[in-house]
Structures are given as structure tokens and as C-alpha cells.
């Protein structure tokens, strides 16, 4: 049973960091690229970002570019999302994502929270 369980969300002042991860159970999560989505209040789900399986690729939506950071400890299957220079339209639920035969699975999503 596939399951992704992310963590480290919270309230931050702008500016600020956060680091969330994202646990993975159930599958072979080397071999997986793995994606980062976060939905705003009245939005829709948006990627954030990518990391293919070996962690050496990445891709980043513009609006975080040079500010998050997607890596991987395969070891301990574990997707992380560092974010830094947060900003008040970064507020959202973040889900660690993977995608397999046209079948998504989604975690429960973190809340952060970015506010003075």
C-alpha cells in the first residue's frame, strides 16, 4: 500500500525557511520521480516542483525558482522541500506527489502559513 506522509509545515514570517519531507512506504521509491504540489485557499493544485529518481534532475515551477529546493534521501525514502525567502503568496497545503500508469498518489498535505 502506497502511502506519502509529509511533515514540517507552519506558520513563518516572510522571509523565513522551512524544510518539509515527505515519507514514502509502499513502493520502490528510487526509482520514482516525485513531484511537490501546494494548493492556496480558492486555488487549484499547482506543481511546485520536480526530482527525478537519482535526485541529479530537477525542475522548478518560476515562481519558487532560486528560493525552494527539491532533494531526495533514497536511503531513507524520504522527499524533502526546502524553502526559503518565503512569501506571503507561498501560504498553501503541500502534498508530495508521485504519478505511476496514469494512477496518482497524493499525501495528506502540510499546512504553511506565511504571515507578519
Not at 519531507?21 to 494548493?39: D, I, K
Not at 531513507?76 to 507561498?90: A, I, V, W
Request: aromatic share 12%.
Amino acid at each position: 500500500q502506497v502511502q506519502l506522509v509529509e511533515s514540517g509545515g507552519g506558520l513563518v514570517q516572510p522571509g523565513g525557511s522551512l524544510r518539509l519531507s515527505c515519507t514514502a512506504s509502499g513502493f520502490t521509491f528510487e526509482h520514482y520521480l516525485m513531484n511537490w504540489y501546494r494548493q492556496a485557499p480558492g486555488k487549484e493544485r499547482e506543481l511546485v516542483g520536480s526530482i527525478c529518481s537519482d535526485g541529479r534532475n530537477t525542475y522548478y515551477q518560476n515562481s519558487v525558482k532560486d528560493r525552494f529546493t527539491i532533494s531526495r534521501d533514497n536511503p531513507k525514502k524520504t522527499l524533502y522541500l526546502q524553502m526559503n525567502s518565503l512569501k506571503l503568496e507561498d501560504t498553501a497545503v503541500y502534498y508530495c506527489h508521485r504519478r505511476v500508469n496514469n494512477v496518482d498518489y497524493w499525501g495528506q498535505g502540510t499546512q504553511v502559513t506565511v504571515s507578519s
